[in-house]
């Protein structure tokens, strides 16, 4: 059962996540692409690697990734999702800016 604090245990995660099976969860944990969190000496899991574990599993059976590749793949979407949230954080401290800043900054922009 999913814990106070929103943990998975690792057979809830396998269990919320079709193609997951153990030998597979293993694989994505020795090859650095999953990081389970440490609950006083238990391995627990997260909401979000709920998503990871499917986009894994896509990645495995649709391209038949390597673990190389796989982590390659992943840091990028890594990188990516950071990105996107940068570009929130900025966007909404724009808006809190000016009028003229704001032009000021479009115009930078070219649009």
């Known amino acids: ?10 057979e809830e995660l396998i269990a919320a996540v079709a193609r997951l099976d153990r030998a597979r969860l293993v694989r994505f944990i020795r090859a650095e692409v999953v990081r389970p969190a440490d609950a006083g000496g238990r391995l627990v899991y997260r909401q979000v690697d709920i998503a990871r574990m499917e986009l894994l599993c896509d990645l495995c059976d649709d391209f038949d ?36 800043v704001r032009r000021r900054v479009k115009d930078r922009l070219g649009s």
């Not at 390659?72 to 966007?91: F, I, N, P």
Request: proline share 0%; hydrophobic share 45%; no cysteine.
């Open 1 to 10: 059962m999913t814990d106070k604090a929103g943990f998975l245990s690792e």
């Open 65 to 100: 990734l390597g673990d190389e590749a796989l982590g390659l793949v992943m840091e990028l979407v890594d990188q990516l999702h950071g990105t996107r949230s940068d570009l929130v954080a900025l966007m909404r401290a724009l808006g809190e800016e000016s009028e003229e």
